[in-house]
Structures are given as C-alpha cells and as structure tokens.
C-alpha cells in the first residue's frame, strides 16, 4: 500500500469518527431508560375538559365586502391599456399612473374611487433614440456625457388637435374595463352599506334614540318607530331603495316587533294608506 493510499484511509477514518459520535449522543439522549417506563399523559396537567381552549367571543354577525370583483376589473383595465403600450410607472395617492413606450403620447390616471384621466404627458428622462448597441442599456451612458439628450419633451411639443385623437383612442379601448370596474365600485359600495352602515344606523336609532338624519335625539319609542317609518317610506324606487327598504322592513319585523315597544295596528295602517312605490310595509302585528 503506498503513502498515499494511507493517509486517505486514516482521513476518511476520522471523519467517519467524527460523524458518528455526535449522532451516537443523539440517539441515547432520545432513547428513553429502558427500566423506567415514559408516560407522556403524566406530565400533561389534571384539568377538566376544555380548560386548555381559548374563549373566544364570537360575534353576532359578521359582515363581509367582497372585493374580487373591484380587484379583477382594475386588473383588465391596466391590461387593455397595456394593449396600448402602456406600462404602470408609479402607484401614489391611490392613484396608478401610466405612460406609454412612446414619450409624446398622453399620460393615463386611474384613481382608485373609479375616475380616470388622459392628459398631456409631461417631459420625461430616458434612453435616447439612437440606433445599434445604444437603443440597449449602454444608452444611459449618453446620459452621463449628454444629459439632455435623454430629456424628452414630447408631450410638450405634441400639437393639440393631435393629442385629441391619441385621448379619444385611449377613452374608446378602455370603455368597457372601465364600465366594468365603476360598476364593481358601486356594488362594493352598495353592499358596505346595506350589509353594515344601514343596520347600525337602525340599531343606533331604535337602542339610543340617535337619528338617521339630524342630530335630535329622539326619547320615546313612539318617535323612533316613526322615525323608522319615514326611512322606509324615503327610499327610492329602484334596486338599490328596493334592498335598502328590505333591510329596514326585516328590522322593524325581527327587532322592534320582538321588544317591548312593538308597532301597534294603527302605526302600520298609516304607513300603508299611501305605501310607497307600489310596495306595503309587511310587519306583522303580533295579538296580545
């Protein structure tokens, strides 16, 4: 056997040494004693069932807005101004900003409460226009040589009548996405408030006497089960009034006819001698 040989015997010796002794420690720490049986259900604490779960207070109600429909329609509308050749360049404010590949062309704001704007786009600093190896990233050396060679000003020189047509060509494309996601907002909005803001109003109304409108408080349950009333009777005739009324109707059937000061006969009468847009108020009057 030659030196060489030897000495890579004796090293992978000594590492293999060196391998198994750690993990020979591993395993008698994690081998239990075999004379003194482990019960793991000894050292768990003698407590009743359910001692160890957290109380929780759970509500009532939860309300939930969904806001897939807002997210996916704001994502089409950056994809078809993408068609176009723009990129978004700066999210502030709420607001997205975008420009276009091509300097002259307008500017496109879309803010986030669903209004959108195509003005005239700014100066802006980039690579210049030159052709070959300095159309790539070694264009910004001109910069440093020439800064204004990378200041374009297109959108300043860009006569009027031809930055309408570029405007109306953006507004007609993004119509429909922007259609879309106004709508989204709306729904969004919509259900915020008939799923939360109108029932706590309600709720406050008839618990604490605090009004929809005005700042009066009302004292007696006479006066808030009227105030109950004009709400309802107040909502316009169409899908958005429709849902606002159902609430304020199940409200006055669930919560106030289940209290102590329900409505009487006579109230619910009166509110159907002229009932508002074609439509009784349906709150059953329980028999004492």
């Known amino acids: 056997m030659t030196a060489s040989a030897r000495r890579t015997g004796v090293a992978l010796g000594l590492l293999c040494g060196l391998l198994a002794w750690p993990c020979q420690l591993w ?21 009743p069932p359910g001692a160890l779960e957290p109380e929780l207070d759970e509500p009532d109600e939860i309300f939930y ?4 429909d807002v997210i996916r329609t704001r994502a089409e509308l950056g994809l078809a ?15 997205e900003i975008y420009v276009n590949e091509v300097p002259w062309k307008p500017q496109v704001v879309v803010d986030d409460d669903g209004w959108m704007v195509v003005r005239r786009a700014p100066p802006s600093f980039g690579k210049p226009d030159l052709p070959g190896i300095w159309d790539g990233p070694l264009g910004y050396l001109v910069c440093v040589a020439n800064p204004t060679a990378c200041v374009h000003i297109g959108g300043w020189v860009i006569s009027e009548r031809k930055l309408a047509w570029h405007k109306y060509a953006v507004v007609t494309h993004t119509v429909p996405t922007m ?3 106004e709508d989204a907002l709306v729904d969004r909005a ?29 004292e ?5 089960r009227a105030a109950l009333v004009v709400f309802w009777e ?27 000061h329900p409505f009487t006969v006579a109230e619910i009468d009166a509110a159907n001698g002229n009932p508002h847009c074609q439509e009784p108020l349906e709150v059953h009057v329980f028999d004492d």
């Open 81 to 95: 101004l993408r068609d176009l050749g723009y990129q978004r360049k700066r999210t502030r404010n709420g607001r």
């Open 65 to 68: 807005v969904d806001d897939q």
């Open 179 to 181: 259609d879309n996601y």
């Open 190 to 218: 919509f259900h915020q408030r008939t799923g939360q803001d109108i029932p706590e109003g309600l709720i406050q109304l008839w618990e604490q006497g605090i009004p929809l409108e005005g700042d009066v408080i009302l």
């Open 234 to 260: 107040s909502r316009n005739c169409n899908t958005w009034g429709k849902a606002a009324r159902t609430v304020a109707q199940d409200f006055m059937q669930y919560e106030v006819q289940d209290s102590d």
């Open 220 to 224: 007696t349950h006479a006066q808030r």
């Open 27 to 47: 395993a008698q720490d994690a081998e239990p004693n075999g004379d003194t049986p482990v019960d793991d259900a000894a050292e768990l604490p003698d407590e």
